[in-house]
């Protein structure tokens, strides 16, 4: 069974960089599938950072675009995000998932998810 | 791009069935038949229970079933169960720049 487990720091300060990691169990970073980040506001809904697959090759919401960047470290079995210039606005719940390779059932779909990480943008 | 647009709250009882609507448009539901519904217990990671629009992952309850008509997409609960309360989200692939929409979420309670 896969899982998915988000770490970082709960509490960042307005203008600096949040900071996540996702630590892959129970199957391979490696195997064609891909890997997003969502987040979920208080009190709001989902919202669709970006992904990367096995070989690094990134897609973003064009929203978060010019501030986002999504890596990934195969050797480690997880893939992080960094989004810079955060302000209060970007206070969520982040959550970490997996969608099937382009060959997969189910491929416009997120399979496995983490069971989120809140942040908070906060001096 | 906006969200896709589901009610805020849905309520019934034991055994009833109940219909959870997903609006979007001619860029994401409306072109696509890739219309996914995740079910989340809060604190807990989101589960997909359709994809495609109808489909059902394998161990997800066939009282869980999905459609899709014109910039509509559906998610219909029978045999309504008390670990049914949960949100529900909606999530379309759109047709701008290549990314995925959600939707902002339904609250289910079950009398």
């Known amino acids: 069974q896969v899982q998915l487990q988000e770490s970082g720091p709960g509490l960042v300060k307005p203008s600096g960089t949040l900071s996540l990691t996702c630590a892959v169990s129970?199957?391979?970073?490696?195997?064609?599938?891909?890997w997003s980040w969502v987040r979920q506001p208080p009190g709001k809904g989902l919202e669709w950072i970006g992904e990367i697959n096995h070989r690094g090759s990134t897609n973003y919401n064009p929203s978060l675009k010019s501030r986002v960047t999504i890596s990934i470290d195969n050797s480690k079995n997880q893939f992080s995000l960094n989004l810079n210039s955060v302000t209060a606005a970007d206070t969520a719940v982040y959550y970490c998932a997996r969608r099937p390779p382009y060959d997969g059932v189910g491929y416009y779909s997120f399979d496995y998810w983490g069971q989120g990480s809140l942040v908070t943008v906060s001096s | 791009q906006s969200a896709l647009t589901q009610p805020a709250s849905v309520s019934g009882s034991p055994g009833q069935s109940i219909t959870l609507s997903c609006s979007g448009t001619?860029?994401?539901?409306?072109?696509?038949?890739?219309v996914s519904w995740y079910q989340h217990h809060p604190g807990k990671a989101p589960k997909l229970i359709i994809f495609?629009?109808?489909n059902r992952p394998s161990g997800v309850s066939d009282r869980f079933s999905g459609a899709k008509s014109g910039y509509t997409a559906s998610l219909t609960i029978s045999g309504l169960q008390a670990d049914d309360e949960a949100d529900y989200y909606c999530?379309?692939?759109?047709?701008?720049?290549?990314?995925?929409?959600f939707g902002g979420g339904t609250k289910l309670t079950v009398l």
């Open positions: 999530c379309s692939y759109t047709s701008s720049s290549a990314h995925w929409l």
């Open positions: 129970g199957g391979s970073i490696s195997s064609g599938n891909y």
């Open positions: 495609d629009v109808s």
């Open positions: 001619s860029g994401d539901v409306g072109m696509y038949h890739y």
